[in-house]
């Protein structure tokens, strides 16, 4: 290996907001203690190149990695005029990589976007002067597509590795082929010990430095709470603060349900305690969809009167997180709800397992620099040793890979084509992700990108919409479709709701439906949004008619970010762009031609008039969402495009919308129509089909004789 990487530990956080004290830090890191680190940081650039890598670890708890050692590979580009570029830093969470930058330019006493920045999706805060950026790890591999070597970095720091995100994953192999390209190049890997060992078995056996400190926790083992988890995790909260011990309190559930369960009837119960225990603040902290972290405020702190427990409800991905070092109580409930996709369905299935002995790790460090933390574990020892796999399994092993491949062969064509992953995914996913771009028309004859496929790895969305947003160029309904893709990708814009206001909000939300279906009630919704922001006086009536009509004005405003970033990606990329016509018959047929480009295999029928719908590509049953806008006024189509499923308790099909048969078979690509399991749906298509092709024949030859060809070239 050319290049010199430095596998460092991970990271949670404290802050400090001074130089000298950041200073102090840095010669507080056990790597000074290393000669060669006193002399240089680098030093060991010098040595010879089967010593010029090395590992690094350190506890999760240990704020300065993250942010300390950023800094000071910055100061190292300075050192040498920054030959070789500035720094990246990569999260797993756009919540962590925004924070980072905001902490790190107040302690570098510098401003935020320029010397520091960060990039998140949709977002960039960054100018060519940027120095240090924290980036996504998604945001820095879509940056490879059109900076393959990403030159413009001299060290490159990957955070959470641990995390196995598909984005670090392929980072992780693309890298060992860029530090083979720039021997100059330096890499930093921070990642919890338990995977030291494989990253050094794959990146090669190099010296190890342990950036590690023990802290006593006090381990306690309740093996007959796991079958009644959340009862469990409910009545300990309670008992802690009936205890009088101070320090907050972190709960770690197994889904997002349970969060929400549980953060209303603490809210509940919490109010009805005794005032003289202090004051219980619930804290639901949402890893994948929220833009939140769990942060202390000492200001507010000191002002407030009553002491103060903070109960932080989050699930697996929050230990990054939970920022604070009062938490003194960890409840671990020891399982979560994974998402696990079947490529022969096309669908995720949730599934609950056991946590990973490196998480159930973590989740102890998250106790911080605590002198007496106290980690509950709802599970035997026997279920962490024999239960437990060691580590976590990479997100590659069992998630969809359609959009991973679509870049690999994005990245191909910039000339690095190969990538050596740490653990390889599926032949049966690959091979589905694969089948799934040719039927999108994204590959060519050869298997390489097609025209098609080039221009739809350049939107940051999922391929089956970026492919619907480019045939809404050819059908007239881009302005549409870019709201539908903006609303689609943003966070729910529906808010958790209290109890016992449900039949107040189902009112409220009743004005915005469509009855043409969920995306056209997602656009009305966003209309709505926009005509109160441009003729509001402020951004607070803006939030108040969002809370008035139970709406997330966070998600409906990330929606509107979305939009704009889409625009501008179709104005740069000089697509063709007609005006809004939104309400018209004709703009709502080309809106369902335009979906069903892109979400064909997609598409389910109600089998007995009764709501149950069973997909056109398996046998699975499924009902429409209850927010669903033909669950509301109670009329089911018998055909309908959705945008989600999976198989869960309730099986839900999410934001659907009614299509015609006869619609999608003109539409249809024939080799995957023929390709379709054998089933009443599909009979009654080849019906349709039959129905059609003498008037399609006749209508192309008299009409329109390329009309085919630019119909499969949509396709």
Known sequence: MEGE?????????????????RCYMWKELPAFAEPSFVASPWSWRRRRPSQRLGFAETD??????????????????????????????????????????????????????????????????????????????????????????????????????????????????????????RPELKLIINSSPHLISTLSSYYGNVPLIEVASKRPVEVVYLSGAQKEALEAVLRLIFEIHHSGEEGDIVVFLACEQDIEKAY????????????????????PLYPKEKCALFKPNDEAEKRCQVYQRRVVL???SGESLIWSNTVRFVIDVGVERRKVYSPRIRADSLVLQ??????????????????????????????????????????????????????????????LGHCDFMNRPAPESLMQALEDLDYLAALDNDGNLSEFGIIMSEFPLDPQLSKSILASCEFDCVDEMLTIAAMVTAPNCFSHLPSGAE????TCWKTFLHPEGDHFTLVNLYKAFQDVTLNSTSEHCVEKWCHDYFLNCSALRMADVIRAELLEIIKRIELPYAEPAFGSKENTLNIKKALLSGYFMQIARDVDGSGNYLMLTHKQVAQLHPLSCYSVTKKMPEWVLFHKFSISENNYIRIASEISPELFMQLVPQYYFSNLPPSESKDILQQVMAHLSPITDQTTSETCPETTEQRCAIQ
């Open 5 to 21: 990487i430095l596998l460092h530990g991970e990271s949670a956080s404290e802050s400090s907001c001074d130089r000298f004290r």
């Open 60 to 181: 999760a708890g240990d704020a300065r990695s993250t942010d300390v050692v950023p800094q000071w590979c910055a100061e190292y580009c300075l050192s040498i005029h920054y030959q070789h570029g500035g720094v990246v830093c990569t999260q797993v969470h756009k919540q962590t990589a925004v924070q980072l930058a905001l902490r790190v330019a107040d302690e570098m006493d510098v401003n935020i976007g320029h010397e520091v920045g960060y990039v998140i999706p949709f977002e960039n805060c960054c100018t060519s002067e940027t120095i240090l950026r924290y980036c996504t790890d998604d945001m820095l591999q879509r940056e490879m597509m059109s900076n393959p070597f990403l030159g413009s970095y001299g060290v490159i720091i990957l955070d959470d590795v641990q995390e196995r995100s598909i984005a670090t994953d392929v980072l992780l192999g693309l890298l060992k082929d860029v530090l083979l390209a």
């Open 314 to 316: 989050t699930a697996s």
């Open 354 to 415: 056991p946590i990973s002995q490196s998480q159930a790790e973590m989740r102890k460090q998250v106790l911080g620099s605590s002198s007496s933390g106290k980690l509950f574990c709802l599970y035997s020892e026997e279920f962490a040793s024999k239960d437990m796999r060691p580590l976590k399994p990479a997100e590659m092993q069992h998630a969809n890979l359609t959009s991973m491949v679509l870049f690999m062969k994005r990245v191909d064509i910039a000339g």
């Open 264 to 283: 209303e009837i603490v809210c509940q119960e919490g109010a009805n305690l005794n005032p003289d225990l202090g004051e219980l603040v619930v804290v």
């Open 503 to 506: 039949a107040e909000a189902l």
